[in-house]
Every structure is written in structure tokens, then in C-alpha cells.
């Protein structure tokens, strides 16, 4: 029963490119989580999504930020036109019902922009 | 605002040391609450967890945590450490179906 599974584990950008970061729920999840890790910070909540929908996405920044989680496929994040801010892990995470639950994380996505 | 506050950035213990790692929220009404534990190069862990019932529970690896209501407190416990606890500790809280951390803990432990 794999886990959750995201891609890729390392990425690298130069300032002013795309990054999209990928993550495959456990089978029977239907709902996602992103989170930001920065050095010497916790975990910041980034998105919530169901299948098809974005439920919350006040921890997302307003711009250069998106997310999807279509009906097929993984759930996406992408971040348009990189800064060195950007540099962070990324964390998905999944559960397989709304509300309060335990939250399964994938291994995280290390984006590191020159 | 509403927040999860962790008040121990790095402890550093020897084996066989007694933990005691700090968890605050500042959320009202109903919580839900987590502690889970990042092992270096690897994800998230859940160690424990408390919904409702007795405030004292148990996880794996001989971990505890209390939940204090009153204090606002959820404090993570272990009697005697061992060196493969070294690792970062994260609280967590859900509120509805709002999880937040806190910003973590990490433990250093020497042998």
C-alpha cells in the first residue's frame, strides 16, 4: 500500500522559472494538503483540496501561487516565475475523509532556486 | 491570531535524559491534537494523538502527551531518551478542518 508519493524529490530553478511539484495521494485519499517548510520554521499550511476543488487556500501567497487537484492525475502545485524565497521543502499530505483526522505526508519536495 | 506555539526551538539532552517538549494553542472551542516526528531525511511521522476521552495518551516509541485544557497545553513527554529520538518534533492542532503546526522541535540527542 504505497503512501503518498511526491515528484520530484529535488528540484532546481533559476530565478524567473516554473516549478510544479507533484503529489499522488494514498490510494483512497481524496483529500490534500500543502505545506511549506522554510529553514528554522514550522510547517506552514499552504492548501486544502478535494478532488476538482480548492477548499482553502488562505495559506497560499496571492500571487506567482496555484494548486489543483483534478479528477485524474495528481495534485499539482505550481509557482510561476521563482524567487530565491521560494526556496523551501514542500510537503503534501493526505487523508481520506474531511475534517479532523490524522494527515499522511509524502517524503517532501526540496526546491531550491539560484 | 490563532496559533500553535512550541516554545523549545532546539533541546539538546543526553541518553537516558527525561523530555519534555512544550505545546501551546491558542484556539478556543473543540481541538483536535497531534504530535508527529521528522526523523532527518524523512517525512512526517504521526507519534500520538488526542480527540477525546483520557487527556493522558499514548504513542509509539514510549512517547506521551498530556492535554491540559485549562493551560491550553498539549505537552509531549518521554521518561528516558535514546539517541534515535534526535529528530524535529511538530504539534499540530485542528480546529473544524483547519490543521496548523507549530513550528517545530528539534531534539538533539547525545550518546
Known amino acids: 500500500n504505497a503512501g503518498v508519493m511526491q515528484n520530484p524529490r529535488h528540484l532546481v530553478r533559476r530565478r524567473g522559472q516554473e516549478a510544479r511539484l507533484r503529489c499522488s495521494p494514498m490510494?483512497?485519499?481524496?483529500?490534500v494538503y500543502w505545506y511549506r517548510q522554510l529553514p528554522e520554521e514550522g510547517l506552514k499550511f499552504m492548501v486544502y483540496?478535494?478532488?476538482?476543488?480548492?477548499?482553502?487556500e488562505s495559506g497560499m501567497p496571492k500571487e506567482r501561487f496555484s494548486a489543483e487537484f483534478p479528477k485524474e492525475g495528481p495534485s499539482i502545485l505550481r509557482i510561476q516565475q521563482v524567487v530565491r524565497g521560494d526556496s523551501a521543502a514542500y510537503f503534501c499530505?493526505?487523508?481520506?475523509?474531511?475534517?479532523?483526522?490524522?494527515?499522511?505526508f509524502g517524503e517532501g519536495s526540496r526546491l531550491t532556486v539560484l | 491570531a490563532q496559533s500553535v506555539s512550541q516554545h523549545n526551538h532546539h533541546v539538546i539532552l543526553s541518553e537516558a535524559a527525561s523530555l519534555e517538549l512544550g505545546c501551546n494553542y491558542s484556539y478556543g472551542g473543540t481541538v483536535n491534537l497531534f504530535w508527529y516526528v521528522q526523523y532527518p531525511g524523512q517525512h512526517l511521522q504521526l507519534l500520538l494523538k488526542?480527540?477525546?476521552?483520557?487527556?493522558l495518551v499514548k504513542g509509539i516509541k514510549g512517547f506521551e502527551a498530556e492535554f491540559i485544557k485549562s493551560k491550553f497545553s498539549f505537552n509531549l513527554r518521554k521518561p528516558s531518551v535514546q539517541w534515535s529520538d534526535t529528530a524535529e518534533y511538530f504539534c499540530?492542532?485542528?480546529?473544524?478542518?483547519?490543521?496548523?503546526f507549530g513550528a517545530g522541535t528539534r531534539l538533539t540527542v547525545k550518546p
Open positions: 490510494k483512497g485519499h481524496s483529500h
Open positions: 499540530a492542532v485542528i480546529r473544524n478542518n483547519d490543521m496548523r
Open positions: 488526542y480527540f477525546s476521552g483520557d487527556p
Open positions: 499530505a493526505s487523508s481520506p475523509v474531511r475534517g479532523p483526522g490524522e494527515l499522511f
Open positions: 483540496l478535494q478532488k476538482e476543488n480548492i477548499i482553502d
